[in-house]
């Protein structure tokens, strides 16, 4: 059964950090694309950041220089580490593996909240 789940939401003050975790397993973790998506209340979802199996990573233009992704295939984890948070970074955060022959796969979201 393939699970995403991640950890690490919270309410935090602008300005303030968070680290988002999401731990895989059910899938072949080393051949995906993981990415880290977000929903904010009325709005699509869009991407923030991906990391490729090979370690090449995209940035939406809005978290740039602000967030960083990682990846540790040995735990079978993804990592967002967000800084220097705004209020527009408010959202439900989702975790998503992608392969293009194995399929898609979405977290159940965590909660982020920043105060102003």
């Known amino acids: 059964q393939v699970q995403l789940v991640e950890s690490g939401g919270g309410l935090v003050q602008a300005g303030g950090s968070l680290r988002l975790s999401c731990a895989a397993s059910?899938?072949?973790?080393?051949?995906?694309?993981m990415g880290w998506y977000r929903q904010a209340p009325g709005k699509q979802r869009d991407l923030v950041a991906t990391?490729?199996?090979?370690?090449?990573?995209q940035y939406a233009d809005s978290v740039k220089g602000r967030f960083t992704i990682s990846r540790d295939n040995a735990k079978t984890t993804v990592i967002l580490q967000m800084n220097t948070l705004k209020p527009e970074d408010t959202a439900t955060y989702y975790c998503?593996?992608?392969?293009?022959?194995?399929?898609?796969?979405w977290g159940q979201g965590t909660q982020v909240t920043v105060s102003s």
């Open positions: 059910g899938i072949t973790f080393h051949l995906y694309t």
């Open positions: 998503n593996a992608v392969h293009r022959q194995l399929g898609n796969r």
């Open positions: 990391i490729s199996s090979s370690g090449t990573t």
